[in-house]
Nanobody, 114 residues
């Protein structure tokens, strides 16, 4: 299984970005898909999770601004990020769980300038 995260970049505060996480080499359906982020000098933190059935959960810091979604037919997940703040600057990672195994993407950099 390989995960390809994309969509990061440089954006001004208040702007938007959409991250994608495309999974390949899968023979079973994805259970959960989760986004994490890691800012410089900080520990990796959980951002949002979406289940196979589409139930979602968000960290308080992004609730109301970020939306996680998935396209099961494409084995792809998304993270729509609106009203970005400078504190959202981090490397964003996607993780998927397939049966009992977890797989991580390589990360995509998001930089929010003031």
């Amino acid at each position: 299984v390989q995960l390809q995260a994309s969509g990061g970049g440089l954006v001004q505060a208040g702007g938007s970005l959409r991250l994608s996480c495309a999974a390949s080499g899968i023979i079973s359906s994805i259970n959960t898909m989760t986004w994490y982020r890691q800012a410089p000098g900080k520990q990796r933190e959980w951002v949002a999770t979406i289940t196979e059935r589409g139930s979602t959960n968000y960290a308080d810091s992004v609730k109301g601004r970020f939306t996680i979604s998935r396209d099961n037919a494409k084995n792809t997940g998304y993270l729509q990020m609106n009203s970005l703040k400078t504190e959202d600057t981090a490397v964003y990672y996607c993780k998927v769980v397939i049966t009992t195994s977890a797989y991580w993407g390589q990360g995509t950099q998001v930089t929010v300038s003031s």
